[in-house]
C-alpha cells in the first residue's frame, strides 16, 4: 500500500517536511517537470488576482524557496512574508530573496496553526497546500483568519482533469513518466516526489472535491469565491475576498 500524507509517521507535516527537505536548490525545477511545464503559468494566474487587490502587506503559505513571493513582491511592491514548514526550503529562500535584492522576511509555520493576529494581512496567497494538512477546512479557516476584512486569498493547486479523455493521459503521466522524469532529473529524491503526487492528488479530491473546496472557503468568510481550472484541468486557481466584519 503506498503511504500517503495522511497515513504517513509523524502526519501530513512531517511527512512534507521529509519529502521536500532535499529540493530547496531544485524546487523550482521540479514544479516545472511535475506540471508539465505549467507551473509558472499557473503562478501569474494566481498573482494575478493578488496584484488587481493592490496590497501593502501580503502572507503566503507554503512558500517553499520563494518563488511566489518573489513575484508577488516584484509585481505589487509590497512587503511579504513567506510561511513554510520546511526550515531548508526557508534556507533556499532567503538566499534567493537576497540574490534579488527583494522585500520578503520568511518564518518557520504551519498553515494550520500561524503566528499572526486577526486580519493582519492585506492578501493571503498559499500554493500545494491542502494536501499535506489533516483537516484542510480548519486549515483554510485559519487562512482567512490572517486576512484583512475586504483583503483577497488565492490558491494555487495541482487537478485532475474532468474530461475522461484527458484525466486518462493525466493519469499515464503521473504515475509512469512523473517518476522516470524524476529519477532521470534529480535522482532518488525526484523519484519519490514523482512516484508519490499522482495517487496523491487523485486521493484529495476523491475526498476533497473542487465543491468541498468552494463549500469550506465560504464557511470560513470567503466570498466571490472564483475557480479557474487550466492546463486541460491539470492546475486549479482559486480566489475570494473576506468578508467585513
Not at 534556507?91 to 540574490?99: P, T
Not at 493521459?169 to 514523482?194: H, K, M, N
Request: proline share 6%; no cysteine.
Amino acid at each position: 500500500m503506498p503511504v500517503t500524507a495522511s497515513s504517513a509517521p509523524g502526519g501530513p507535516n512531517r511527512f512534507a517536511q521529509r519529502l521536500f527537505s532535499p529540493l530547496p536548490e531544485r524546487y523550482n525545477r521540479l514544479a516545472e517537470v511535475l506540471s508539465f511545464g505549467q507551473n509558472g503559468r499557473w503562478r501569474r494566474a494566481m498573482v494575478d488576482h493578488i496584484v488587481t487587490a493592490s496590497p501593502d502587506l501580503i502572507l503566503d503559505v507554503a512558500t517553499g524557496p520563494g518563488g511566489v513571493a518573489l513575484q508577488m513582491a516584484g509585481r505589487t511592491g509590497a512587503r511579504v512574508v513567506g510561511v513554510d514548514v520546511t526550515e531548508a526550503m526557508l534556507r533556499q529562500g532567503r538566499e534567493n530573496v537576497a540574490a534579488a535584492g527583494a522585500r520578503i522576511q520568511f518564518a518557520l509555520g504551519r498553515g494550520e496553526q500561524l503566528p499572526f493576529a486577526d486580519g493582519t494581512f492585506d492578501a493571503v496567497s498559499f500554493t500545494y497546500l491542502l494536501r499535506y494538512v489533516d483537516d484542510p477546512a480548519a486549515t483554510i479557516k485559519e487562512l482567512a483568519r490572517v486576512v484583512k476584512p475586504g483583503g483577497v486569498v488565492t490558491n494555487l493547486e495541482f487537478a485532475v482533469p474532468e474530461s475522461g479523455f484527458w484525466r486518462f493521459w493525466w493519469w499515464g503521466y503521473t504515475r509512469l513518466v512523473l517518476p522516470v522524469a524524476g529519477w532521470i532529473t534529480g535522482g532518488r529524491e525526484w523519484f519519490d516526489v514523482g512516484r508519490f503526487l499522482g495517487p496523491n492528488i487523485s486521493s484529495h479530491y476523491r475526498r476533497y472535491p473542487v465543491s468541498w473546496t468552494v463549500g469550506a472557503w465560504q464557511a470560513a468568510g470567503l466570498v466571490d469565491v472564483g475557480v479557474r481550472t487550466m492546463s486541460l484541468g491539470g492546475g486549479l486557481v482559486m480566489w475570494g475576498t473576506r468578508t467585513g466584519g
